[in-house]
């Protein structure tokens, strides 16, 4: 949701910034702009992606060792140059980014206007930088001082980074519910949405906490709260690898991902899980481990893919540990008064840690006595900040908009957590807990298998490229997959997928069906294999067009599918695992051939930071 860049040092800025929105570009992307300090603030911006933007710059002298630039994602206003940031004040004397939303703006830009300032674009932001522009003027005080005045002033999420005309040698930066990174350089600092831009240039990094105040000046880095309290920085040193923000010899980010699964997945159970040893440990769930496993009742906030790796959850839990759990989109959550007791179990479930509804939901649960859990995969995350305890699921970065390697990765960790407590409260036993430790360290030998049915894959995608709708069914623990099978296919295709279990067709869906309409079944062996054979015929005596990812050897759905997808066989409840891949792979394939951007898809963005 919007990425933001700044650099300040002795090197050239621009090519940095430029650089570092690129890989930002994931969390935004429907304009772009840069803004550098020589003499004046001279701001560039232009729709569409950074490339647009370099292409705008690539004759400008851009010389300049300060500047900041941002890719967005409009909340406010329709993505065009005018309203791409950064914003200038009226007198031409302050620059600015910002990621979020200022609620109150409306009512501070009538203020504005009385006063005599007017405003190029519809945006939020444009309406901050005149408003700490303002400030400084009437009270004649420090950018600083009229940048905290103004913060306390405002409602809703910011990340801001603000530049000043007649400061070449000072950045000033804050947070409130949007990430903000500062890199912390030999005499340069970087400010970022998350790492990615900064580890290029160095690896020791201060994650800002919401209310903090960040200003560089004179080469030196101070942090204060928005009450001028002053804080120590803590500066932490990140492991995150170059190569693993880049492409690697892929054409998306979204296939390197998908193929990357068998290392995702071993990554995530490294130093938790050793089968011979029959030792699963999760460290980061240690002083609250007891309450969680003595709980009696358990609540999952998520959203997105993380939401479906939210219900496989469930399924672990209840059957494992025989506790209920309830699985809640976030967004709802927060807003619908939810009954949470003292000492309540919630769960948060988040690839990027920064979804604003999930961190309110959790905020919200923890206001109320419950002991948070939090899922994530960015180190750091504010999630991950803002939770009791937890675990990361040590995907690696996820670039790719759409969600794969991750969501594997939230199962993998899920299924640890909950084994480990079903052992501990003795709902399984010893043998079941080895099955299950050896079959799990299986898996990213079989995902791997999964993965060798690409050209098969390739070529019902084929057959399939042009279809309007698709339905996704499947039952039990395969439910949550056809959801997110379906999920996958619209972010990236924008064909109109549904999920279903299997059993509901009945009560709707079947009422689509016909010869053009394809119904992926997702119809391992398992508990309910004979139910979904039953389905698959209903599908097929309505003429309806079956692709089925079945199990290895399976020959009765070969015999009525018009497709077969074989997977290798595992636990029931790890299939999950196994039967998403092919589903990742169709969507991929189907996107590519219908010329889409898969890594970028229209309207979405990798990390949601508004509401
Ligand atoms: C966005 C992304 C999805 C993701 C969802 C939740 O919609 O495009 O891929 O599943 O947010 O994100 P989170 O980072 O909380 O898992």
Redo the contacts with the bound molecule.
Sequence with gaps: MCGIVAYIGKQQAAPIIIKGLKRLEYRGYDSAGISVLNGNLNVYKKMGKVSELESLVKDQSLKSCIGIGHTRWATHGEPNDENAHPHKSNSGNLSIIHNGIIENYATIKQELVNKGYSFKSETDTEVLVNFIENIQKERDCSLARAVRIALNSVVGAYAIVVMSKDNDNQLIAARKGSPLVVGVGKGEFFFASDATPIIEYTNEVVYLNDYEIAIVENGKLSITDLKDVEKTPYIQTIELELEAIEKGGYDHFMIKEIYEQPKSIKDCMRGRLNADENRLVIGGIREYANKLTNSDRIIIN??????HAGLVSEYFIEEFCRIPVEVEYASEFRYRNPIINEGDIVFA???????AD?LAAIDLAKSKGAIIFGL???VGSS?SRASHEGAYTHAGPEIG???TK??TA?LTVMFMIALKMAYKKGTIGDSVFRNMLYELENIPQKVEKALQLNNQIEKIAAKFKDATNFLYLGRGYNFPVALEGA?KLK?ISYIHAEGYPAAEMKHGPIALIDEDMPVVFIATKDSGYEKIVSNIQEVKARKGQVIAIVTEGDTQIKDIADYTIEVPDTLEPLMPLISVIPLQLLAYHIAIMRGCNVDQPRN?????TVE
């Design positions: 998520a959203c997105g893919t993380s939401w479930i988040s690839q990027s840690g920064e979804t999930t994530c995969n960015v999630i908009v759409a969600s991750a969501f939230q999920l972010e979405l963005a990798k990390s949601v």
